[in-house]
Nanobody
């Protein structure tokens, strides 16, 4: 599948952004989908994953500890997109955010690992600053 991320931008601390990842060449319902991020000089870092169960808005979700309670991952099977609602943003959330996908069936530990995915979006910059 091909992925295209959008929705990044500049926001003040405490603000919100909503990222979207458009899926083409396949359906979001057939894929395990995740968000990762990468700050300058750092490794790519797991943010959230939605493992497909074929039908629901959220799938089977898991989050990195540092975003729990602030970020929500969801999938829109009708629009064929993956979304990430980010609230209460902090300066340390500043990074390029990437969506990733692969055919469903990952176990959770693999779903949190960048090397498990074979499709990546181009990344969208999120900057949290006053």
């Amino acid at each position: 599948v091909q992925l295209q991320a959008s929705g990044g931008g500049l926001v003040q601390p405490g603000g919100s952004l909503r990222l979207s990842c458009a899926v083409s060449g396949g359906t979001v319902s057939d894929n395990d989908m995740a968000w990762f991020r990468q700050a300058p000089g750092k490794e790519r870092q797991f943010v959230a994953v939605s493992r497909s169960n074929g039908r629901t808005t959220f799938g089977m979700t898991s989050y990195a500890e540092f975003v729990k309670g602030r970020f929500t991952i969801s999938r829109d099977n009708g629009a064929n997109t993956l979304n990430l609602q980010m609230n209460s943003l902090k300066p340390e959330d500043t990074a390029v955010y990437y969506c990733a996908g692969r055919r469903r069936g990952l176990i959770l530990s693999a779903a949190m690992t960048p090397g498990s995915y074979d499709s990546w979006g181009q990344g969208t910059q999120v900057t949290v600053s006053s």
